[in-house]
């Protein structure tokens, strides 16, 4: 399995747009699907945006659709989160996720995920 490391998470304003990482340590990276969540502070963890093994086929929250874009650099091990016109809602602690075998009826499925990293704080204010 691999480990994960998240970070670019911070305070920003409304509106504002941030670039989370997640660097990925381990073999065959290129055969994990991987996935952001976020958990705000007294809430469950939730879908965020899910990224298949081969990154041709990608999967967003309503919540993000049309702000948020996921994306994978497999030569760098690394899958990252372009978040666009933050709003207080979007405040929560990033994790990103992997696993092999995710496919599509789980991919939005915290439970699904073997691999987590330690999260990356985003705080957004008015």
């Known amino acids: 399995q691999v480990e994960l490391v998240e970070s670019g998470g911070r305070l920003v304003q409304a509106g504002d747009s941030l670039r989370l990482s997640c660097v990925a340590s381990?073999?065959?990276?290129?055969?994990?699907?991987v996935s952001w969540f976020r958990q705000a502070s007294g809430k469950e963890r939730e879908f965020v945006a899910g990224n298949r093994r081969s990154g041709t086929a990608t999967y967003y929250a309503d919540a993000v659709k049309g702000r948020f874009t996921i994306s994978r650099d497999n030569a760098k091990n690394a899958v990252y989160l372009q978040m666009n016109g933050l709003q207080l809602e979007d405040t929560a602690v990033y994790y990103c996720a992997a696993d092999q075998g995710i496919i599509t009826s789980t991919i939005r499925s915290p439970q699904a995920y073997y691999s987590w990293g330690q999260g990356t704080q985003v705080s957004v204010s008015s």
């Open positions: 381990g073999p065959a990276f290129s055969r994990y699907a």
